[in-house]
């Protein structure tokens, strides 16, 4: 059988509805998977005004089990006349058995308690309520006189288990089986089986299923596009919200005056897709004046909706060509003495000291990563970088910062890297978006990130649980993708060090807050790595204190000790690895004495150690030496014992061991690995 649960309500907002599936995905898994009721899939559907769960195939009632219950002491369950005492009858009465039922085994009284499974209607009944008011999200509100608090009034509720109504209540709503269709199409409508709910609710204009409803929104949009020989250039990010926003889809094509394409393009689109989620529309890869509104309207008359939309983005846009020609009156490095009136964060000093930070860490990599035929136009990027943070536009627009530096910078004369470079260094956008592709951006990029980190770090305001308001998370991974897309060499650690000491926040313990930042950037390297590398190899090559050093080797080392694991005497290596490990521990004595030698297996180990000729950068030749170091580790423990009575003897053996564990650490700490 299958079960449907549908929640109605005023209109949600677009991220609670993305929040709220996954949120309702985890719960439901949750609560079939502790009570043990099979089930089939779960679909999760949303509209503006709904919250739809389906079960697929759940089981009708628990399975009913036996298990043995284990009580007290014989000697407590009897009294001295070997009658059951208040502790056995309280036993007895909790598990719902009789003597009949008990057995004494280990000297404690035991019983085979048979338990009932229960029905999945009762398990539901009693949990749904639970499960959506638990639902989590930003500005949840109360209404009416009730205690409840949703992100919107809840209004109607359909519950069908076996397509009849499993009657359930949610903050005094009570279920039935009648939805409601489309805001403008009033009238309820029946549900009579679980079949037939999206068939009905597409009759009554609302496309439940996101999928189809998207791909609703392409096909249309695409259709009309075409009428005016035009192209739509799809974000997937606001597909997906416009998505959301919408039952039932009405594309609506709207125009604006054509002087507004004077200003930067990105502007533009960014009025139309970001501020108002309008598809933009496209000729020959150059931006029309034109676009395409996604209404979520019933009718054919939208000569409203289009008139209503070209008086807001003319608003909008007369407001953007009135910064972008004030802005452009002056050079874009005219604007930096006006950072100096603009905070960059409490105790942290103003934007302008920022950028003479930016300028000094730029150079500081610039050397590092032995770019000094760039460092001029580097360095020009650096002092520009935060220039168009006292731009009009800017302040108007803010998630245009960098791209509207790029813009100003090429209207000022600077050369094209560097205006390329100004809008890199706040690359990447987000988890997935690209990397800066050229050195200036990145140069720039990492210096800027990190001297983020630091100040946040400084202040004590470091991320916690999965709170992170001021994004730390996100800048030390942009860093990493940063240096691991374009293979930068670079010492994190040092750059830290460098950072810390020219920020000008109070800093009581420089070596804590550092070991801090060191701690928690390693953490960030590893989760990202997790991906494709397992959790115990990653912990093999990133535990020791060089793992920041230079992020790119470590890759190296993670895909070799990766290959090795697969190795099908991988086991062997591994153990006479952790061996030599458990047997050093702390000791570090290296001074070998051949004359000390009184087997063979020494001599033999400790040639072919003397024949390893190291080459940090081939770790393929380490891996096959230490592959062949096996043997000899083998042939060495079978033969010799370490702890021998001559103290001199068991200094040097130990002295042996600690070679062969200097070159397998070159790789890493194989104790972390588990097999």
Sequence with gaps: MDYLIEVGTEELPYKFILSAKKQLENAFQKLFKENQISFDNILFHATPRRLLVIVKNIAQKQEDVQKIVKGPKASIFYDENNKPTSAALGFMKKNNITLDDIFVEDNYVQAKVNIKGRLTSEIITENIEKIFLSLEGNHFMRWADLSYKFQR???????????????????????????????????????????????ILLKNNVIVDESKRKQTIVDETIKLAKTIDAEVVFDEELLEEVCELCEWVKPVLCSFDEKYLSIPEKVVVTVMATHQRYFPLYKNGKLLNKFITIANYIGDDVSNIVEGNVRVIKARLEDAIFFYEDDIKTKLEDKLDDLKGMTFQKNCGNMFDKTMRLIELSKFLT?????????????????LAKCDLATKL?????????????????????????????????????????????????????????????????????????????????????????????????????????????????????????NQIVEFIEQRLKIYLNENYRYDVLDCVLSGDNSLRNINDAILKLDIVTKLTQDSDFNIFCENANRIIRILKDVKNDSID?????????????NKLNSFIENTQDYNKLALFLKELTPHIVKFFDNVLV????????????????????IYSLLGDFSKIVF
């Excluded at 998370?473 to 000491?501: A, F, H, M, P, Y």
């Excluded at 702890?643 to 200097?662: G, P």
Aim: net charge neutral; with cysteine; hydrophobic share 35%.
């Design 594 to 606: 051949i004359s000390l030698f009184t087997s063979e297996s020494e001599k033999e180990l400790y």
């Design 394 to 514: 800017v302040f108007e627009f803010t998630e245009l910062q960098g791209f509207i530096g790029q813009s100003y910078a090429g209207l000022s004369c600077e050369k094209e890297n560097v205006a390329l470079g100004i809008c890199e260094h706040y690359f990447p956008l987000n988890a997935k978006s690209e990397t800066p592709g050229q050195i200036e951006g990145q140069i720039v990029s990492i210096a800027d990130k990190m001297d983020n980190i630091v100040s946040i770090f400084a202040q004590g305001k470091k991320p916690t649980g999965s709170a992170d308001p001021l994004g730390v998370r996100r800048q030390v991974l942009g860093i990493l993708r940063t240096i691991l897309d374009n293979k930068l060499n670079i010492d994190l650690v040092s750059l830290i060090d460098k950072t810390i000491e020219i920020s000008p926040c109070q800093i009581n313990d420089k070596i804590q807050l550092k």
């Design 367 to 383: 050397t590092m990563l032995k770019a000094d035929n760039k460092k001029d136009d580097i360095l020009r990027t650096a002092k």
């Design 153 to 199: 009034p809840i209004r109607w509720i359909v519950s069908l288990l076996d397509n009849k109504e499993l009657p359930v209540s949610i903050a005094q709503v009570k279920s039935s089986q009648y939805s409601r269709g489309h805001r403008f199409k009033s009238d309820s409508c029946f549900i009579p089986s679980i079949d037939e709910y999206e068939n």
């Design 643 to 662: 702890m021998d009575k001559d103290e001199s003897v068991k200094n040097n053996r130990i002295a042996l061991l600690t070679k062969a564990k200097n």
